[in-house]
């Protein structure tokens, strides 16, 4: 596609339920990023992928997240039991493969849990 | 924390004036690299400056990196209103992590 997509981009879920976002990456891009920002406050790393595989997991908040990638294309990410400071927006990027370029970022999916 | 650290937290400044962003970090870097965020959620690539990179200009925008004090700047020159939004710098790790600071918030007033 033209840009990093995002879905759904506004989610609200009770407390305790399993939540899935998705992101879809530029076409060809091969690393993909997960972010989490909390209102007014900078970008939490989440995760990357390097194709399917993950070589940093180590932003994970806790065992209630994961996520995969699979094709080298979509990702999605699973917040199980969700929890009232689990509310944020998640941002999305990717990359071409390598040390260089730079990150494109979807508009994000921000998650409500009341 | 794993992020960089971003000064000054907030900025505001006069249109036709120029704004200087300041960001540390601790790690070795690859590239650092800033972004822009308008209010709203997605962010926009700015500018790229190379870990051999000690400036680099595009447009109003310059950047410059002292590896060795492990420090970077943004300079926006002649600021405008439509300047106004956060401003992230990020730092490209071995490894291709990306990782972003806490952000400036910059309001030109017109």
């Known amino acids: 596609g033209a840009g990093v997509s995002q879905s759904p981009s506004n989610k609200v879920t009770e407390k305790g339920k399993d939540v899935e976002l998705r992101c879809d990456p530029i076409?060809?891009?091969?690393?993909l990023y997960w972010y989490r920002q909390s209102l007014g406050q900078g970008l939490e790393f989440l995760i990357y992928?390097?194709?399917?595989?993950?070589?940093?997991k180590s932003g994970l908040p806790s065992d209630r997240f994961s996520a995969e990638r699979t094709g080298g294309s979509v990702s999605t990410l699973t917040i199980q039991r969700t929890q009232q400071e689990d509310s944020a927006v998640y941002l999305c990027?990717?990359?071409?493969?390598?040390?260089?370029?730079?990150?494109?970022f979807g508009q994000g999916t921000r998650l409500t849990v009341v | 924390s794993q992020q960089g650290e971003e000064d000054p937290q907030a900025l505001s400044i006069q249109e036709g004036e120029n704004a200087t962003m300041n960001c540390s970090y601790k790690t070795s870097i690859n590239n650092l690299q800033w972004y822009r965020q308008n209010s709203g959620r997605g962010l926009v690539h700015l500018i790229l400056i190379r870990s051999n990179e000690r400036e680099k200009h595009s447009g109003r925008l310059r950047v410059t990196l002292d590896t060795s004090k492990k420090s970077s700047s943004l300079l926006i020159t002649a600021s405008r209103a439509a300047d106004t939004a956060s401003y992230f710098c990020?730092?490209?790790?071995?490894?291709?992590?990306?990782?972003f600071g806490a952000g400036t918030i910059l309001r030109v007033k017109s």
């Open positions: 076409s060809g891009h091969t690393a």
């Open positions: 990027a990717s990359s071409l493969g390598g040390p260089g370029p730079e990150a494109f």
């Open positions: 992928f390097q194709g399917n595989s993950a070589p940093d």
């Open positions: 990020a730092r490209k790790e071995y490894g291709n992590k990306l990782v």
